[in-house]
């Protein structure tokens, strides 16, 4: 089956599942596949659309973008183009200022609106889209997060990181040739935001018996079939290969589409996403570079496990069961390592400091029932 299909086999089982979400019909055209990009004017012909915006930034101009803009006007369509400037560190952030120049750049009379990029492109788009009421078209240039299908819009407002309901992409155009070129930190990070995916999972089974949180079993099983084909392909995602970097988009669209299947992004994110965000914003106040979205997940996923198998232990409730399954702290940190990302805070700069505060406020900064909400809030007075 291809990608095509096989959402249509989940949406037609979401469609019957019973378990009180809301069930989004999840309409979106995926190419994955090398030359992914070739199809675009085609596509956009088909739409009866003839006047784009293409967005992207210094890097994913000349890793794609450029080729974009080139062949849609080569076919004929008005294609304008918009390179995000960056900020006077070199980096691109989503927060207001950057929504105002993603806003000011595109033209009213832009018939869809074209993301260029990794998750920050991706999110400024989505957000734009959503408030002019545009289509958003995803070409992504790294399998750098799971972000890219999903509806939701991870913006920093007034300092503090939060997510905004936007819209998710009508396509998708991953083309592997493209992805295959992105450097191999990138590829670890959308590694890492997957293995997130063990804390994620678990927190949904502890939130909906703890917690009474809704569950959603289909939801649960895409995530959790994305996570173990990831884990089955490490090895070639550490090579880089086509097979692997294949493998990685494909769980990382399929887990974005999870989260948009329930309009919800917990199957995908748990308490290690928490302390991503947590230490997202101390890294920004403390006026460091910004790290890469998975590469923090992946390094917080092995850090909660610790903690998690330590609570399976100490408490008597069957509820934590879950944890106790999860693979050793050791064992994540092996993977990581295999694929080349960070395996330890002091590679991300985040310091002894931001990583105890993490563990002590993180679970504040969403309504979610998670282990490291109980930990915080029920352990020392059990
Ligand atoms: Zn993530
Ligand atoms: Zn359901």
Redesign the pocket.
Known sequence: MNMNERIAAWNAEAQQCTCGHDHRLVQMQVFLEHGAIRRLPGYLSEQGYNHVTVVYDGQTGPAAGYEVVKSLQDAGLIADEFQMPENSAGDIIADEAAIVQVLLGVKQMTQAIIAVGSGTIHDLVRFVCAKMNKPFLSVPTAAS???FTSAGAPLIVSGIKQTFQAVPPRAIFADIDITQQAPQAMTAAGFG?ML?KYTSLADWIVSRDLGGEPFCPVAYRMTEEALTACIENVQAIAEGSAEGITALMDALIISGASMLIIDHSRP??GGE?HISHRWEMNLMVAGRKPVL??AK?GVACVLLTERYKELASLSREPVFDVYATLPDASQLTAWLKQVGGPTTTDQLGVTPDMVEHAFATAHTLRERYTGLKYINESLNVV
């Open positions: 997060v799971d972000g935001d997130g995908a994110s996403h979205h998975g997940v």
